[in-house]
């Protein structure tokens, strides 16, 4: 719950940055994520040390660190660019997510699987993938929330607030390359791991589902497809920038779906915790 | 010393004063070495479009601002009798208060206009360049660069634009972002077409002017360092533009569309940002209606800016407060400074008689131990300095020039205190070495 608390400070740090505009406010709300960040460091890598892998295994663990990999990629965007004005839409997120989880409990043990470079690899390239992603969803909204304003030519709070179109494009298309590339990455170490434990642990009744026709598998390559789709339409086909926005905020609903209710009530295959 | 402004502004005189006194950048050197033969060594000299003015330390503050005046004008050639009239003169907190207003936008002509604190910088900085600056000047210069940043991150008067044309800035980079690489192109090269190309041009990449009349194109263009096109190619360059301004003359709309539609097809999906400030309109309404295009006409753009202005006048009235408080601090300041001389003379004579005192009464102390000698040297330290304490504080406190001189006069004949420094020099003199060469 205390993690929950120390992202809700810094959220709360960031609404009065957005409400005042005071640079001060700006500072506070960085300083106070910052340090959110690093007590979530300590703490994962305490369980790091504790199981030997990072604690991904399991639901509580995997948003845990999902929350921490959104924060840190948040934060690295924040320092890079100076901008702060979408801090108040990502916060709610971390806020929500690491309560949904705070009383769970992190894995105490690891099922032998996750003992491997491949598996480490492919869950920790998804998650950090999946992070990307809430960021482009999170950077494609406000995107249009913008867009809108201007284009109705009625500047207003967003106006005033947010960096500029072709600042939020940029944010955006950059967090969707690097998700799509931990994606590719992360689905590749996915297969590798399960060409290899194939071969060793045929009597596990839950090798045979993992193929496309698992819901939570389909579903990541459904993934990997539109946002693939994404990237080269931008590049190669003159794909708008609002477009690219709403289809990286329709990208990561997908992500959702995929990493609650299909992995919870469908999928067959990737049951470990 | 007193400081002395003296100037005009775009409150006081007309565009042609301004531009016949108005000093460009280059020529600030030179007119800082002119001022500097009419016993003004110590100045900044500030020249902008929307004014020029001339600060500086003074002894007499009236007969320095009417050398400063004779040193304008025949700098510049203009009679006397053309800038009478125009000119104001300030002294002390009044001229620090102004400097502070100009560098916080709160004198411009649009106020809160971010431009303006930068060039008090690089008025401060010639002139610093050029002849050094006293630390009076030092003080109230970067007591201005303060209050400037402060308003500026405190209040929000520069946020939001107050002209048609600012506020068409702020829309583009709203849009794009930095300017520096998106290209511009202007319908028309009438006072609309020309007021807004001279705003965009500083900012993007390259300016481009479509008219009809090649004649005021081609002035227009000398002027934004920019390039004329025929009209007929109007299309062709707003298909390589990102910022269309139109102000036309024209009874009928010059981009249709379909026009637009043509023009869109070739851009990939970038974004256009079109101001139609013609009227009747230059752009058909229908063009709205296209993903990439943000269009806005005049009656938009006003609004913006009335909606601006409205906000503003909050932020008005908290930087003047916080224009007051700096002012308040830095007379303050140049009060306690005056007072100096005069507090030390005072200190030198009391110390004088002390030491006197104790020589004195050497010979009665002499029975005394080293540390009873010690306490009474103390002793009579302490009450010197408690006897003076509450006469330094007041008379730092005096908050004008006359009675500050008028005390410190008091005070010179009561304790003789020119007197002492008549001694202190004799003194000096005596203990000169006696080929008289300098120590």
Redesign the interface.
């Given at each position: 719950m205390s993690l929950a608390l120390l992202y809700a400070v810094a959220c709360a740090a960031y609404v009065w940055h957005f409400a005042s505009?005071?640079?001060l406010a700006g500072r506070v709300a960085t300083g106070l994520l910052l340090v959110s960040v690093l007590v979530h460091t300590f703490e994962l890598g305490m369980y790091t040390m504790e199981l030997g892998v990072p604690p991904m295994a399991g639901r509580t663990g995997a948003i845990s660190t999902f929350v921490w990999m959104l924060a840190v990629s948040y934060l690295s965007i924040e320092v890079s660019t100076d901008e702060r004005g979408i801090g108040i839409f990502v916060t709610p997120l971390l806020v929500a997510l690491q309560a949904l989880v705070a009383h769970g409990e992190m894995p105490t043990d690891v099922p032998r699987y996750f003992a491997t470079p491949f598996v480490a690899v492919h869950v920790g390239a998804l998650l950090f993938a999946y992070a990307s992603f809430a960021l482009a969803c999170v950077i494609g909204i406000t995107y249009m929330l913008?867009f809108r304003e201007?284009?109705r030519?009625t500047?207003g709070m967003f106006?005033?607030r947010l960096?500029?179109?072709?600042?939020l494009d940029r944010m955006n298309m950059r967090a969707v390359w690097i998700g799509w590339l931990l994606l590719t990455i992360g689905l590749v170490g996915g297969a590798l791991w399960l060409r290899d434990v194939s071969a060793q642990m045929t009597n596990d009744p839950r090798l045979p589902h993992m193929t496309l026709a698992d819901p939570k598998i389909l579903m990541a390559v459904v993934t990997w497809i539109v946002y693939g789709v994404l990237l080269a339409s931008r590049r190669w086909a003159?794909?708008?920038?609002?477009r690219a926005a709403w289809l990286s905020a329709v990208g990561f609903a997908i992500v959702l779906l995929n990493f609650l209710p299909v992995a919870y009530f469908f999928a067959r295959s990737h049951n470990f915790a | 010393m007193h400081l002395v402004l003296v100037g005009l502004s775009h409150h006081t005189a007309p565009l042609e004063v301004r531009e016949r006194i108005g000093i460009s950048r280059s020529m600030v050197p030179a007119a800082l070495d002119r001022l500097a033969q009419e016993g003004c060594d110590d100045a900044v000299l500030l020249s902008t479009c929307n004014r020029t003015e001339v600060y500086a330390m003074a002894v007499d503050p009236t007969a320095m601002g009417e050398r400063i005046v004779g040193c304008l004008t025949d700098y510049r050639g203009v009679s006397r009798d053309d800038i009478d009239g125009t000119l104001y003169v300030r002294r002390d907190a009044d001229a620090a208060r102004h400097l502070f207003r100009v560098a916080a936008g709160l004198d411009s002509l649009v106020v809160g206009e971010p431009e303006i604190l930068g060039q008090v910088k690089d008025a401060y900085k010639a002139a610093s360049e050029a002849r050094g600056t006293g630390s009076v000047i030092n003080r109230l210069f970067h007591g201005a660069f303060s209050i400037g940043k402060r308003v500026r991150?405190?209040t929000?008067l520069s946020?939001g634009a107050v002209s048609l044309s600012y506020a068409s800035v702020t829309?583009a980079?709203?849009?794009?972002?930095d300017l520096g690489k998106q290209h511009f192109v202007v319908f028309g090269a009438g006072e609309m077409a020309r007021l807004s190309a001279l705003h965009f041009h500083e900012h993007v990449a390259s300016t481009t002017i479509a008219t009809r009349r090649q004649d005021r194109g081609e002035l227009l263009a000398a002027e934004v360092h920019g390039r004329v096109v025929a009209w007929d190619d109007r299309l062709e360059a707003l298909a390589a533009a990102d910022i269309l301004i139109s102000a036309t003359g024209s009874p009928d709309v010059v981009v249709t569309e379909a026009d637009m539609r043509r023009v869109l097809t070739t851009?990939?999906?970038r974004?256009m940002f079109v101001v139609d400030l013609a009227v009747p309109r230059d752009v058909a309404s229908e063009v709205?209606r296209l993903?990439?295009v943000?269009l806005?006409n005049i009656d938009?753009l006003r609004?913006?800016v009335q909606e601006n202005l409205a906000r503003r006048q909050d932020a008005v009235a908290k930087a003047e407060r916080l224009v007051n408080d700096e002012v308040t601090a830095w007379y303050g300041w140049l009060r306690s400074r005056a007072a100096v001389p005069t507090v030390v003379a005072l200190r030198t004579r009391f110390e004088r008689v002390r030491q006197a005192e104790l020589e004195r009464l050497a010979p009665r102390l002499a029975g005394l131990g080293p540390d009873a000698r010690a306490r009474v040297d103390e002793i009579t330290r302490l009450m010197v300095e408690k006897l003076l304490l509450t006469p330094t504080e007041q008379l730092k406190a005096i908050d004008d020039h006359e009675t500050m001189d008028a005390c410190s006069a008091a005070l010179r004949r009561l304790f003789a205190l020119d007197d002492e420094a008549a001694v202190n020099d004799a003194d000096a003199d005596t203990s000169a070495p006696p080929d008289g060469s300098a120590r």
């Open positions: 505009q005071k640079p913008l201007l284009k030519r500047p106006f005033q960096p500029s179109l072709q600042v003159g794909l708008t920038a609002r | 991150s405190d929000g946020e829309l980079r709203k849009i794009f972002g851009r990939r999906g974004p709205a993903e990439e943000f806005y938009d609004g913006i």
